[in-house]
Nanobody, 115 residues
Framework: QVQLVESGGGSVQPGGSLRLSCAASGRIFSISTMGWYRQAPGKERELVATINSGGGTTYADSVLGRFTISRDNAKSAVYLQMNSLKPDETAVYYC?????????WGQGTQVTVSS
């Protein structure tokens, strides 16, 4: 069984930065692909970034160059550094773990970008 707990959300002004964290329990973290997704009100959940067990990363085009995903296998944690945030990036941000056909989600953390 895996549990994912996000933290680090909050309110920030446009152009500001936030760092999200996701702490994972269980034994498969280091061999799993971790991801961050977000869901804005009235919109579908969308992929933001992923990082695989080897450290390879992918990003949505909209966040490339501004967001950075990283992981610390010793701490079973994944992070999302978000810079130059925009108002339309207001959303609930979710941590995701994938291993083979297994998938887990965190409860989400709210990020609000507003002046």
């Amino acid at each position: 069984q895996v549990q994912l707990v996000e933290s680090g959300g909050g309110s920030v002004q446009p152009g500001g930065s936030l760092r999200l964290s996701c702490a994972a329990s269980g034994r498969i973290f280091s061999i799993s692909t971790m991801g961050w997704y977000r869901q804005a009100p009235g919109k579908e959940r969308e992929l933001v970034a992923t990082i695989n067990s080897g450290g390879g990363t992918t990003y949505a085009d909209s966040v490339l160059g501004r967001f950075t995903i990283s992981r610390d296998n010793a701490k079973s944690a994944v992070y999302l550094q978000m810079n130059s945030l925009k108002p339309d990036e207001t959303a609930v941000y979710y941590c995701n773990l994938k291993y083979l056909n297994i998938e887990y989600w965190g409860q989400g953390t709210q990020v609000t970008v507003s002046s």
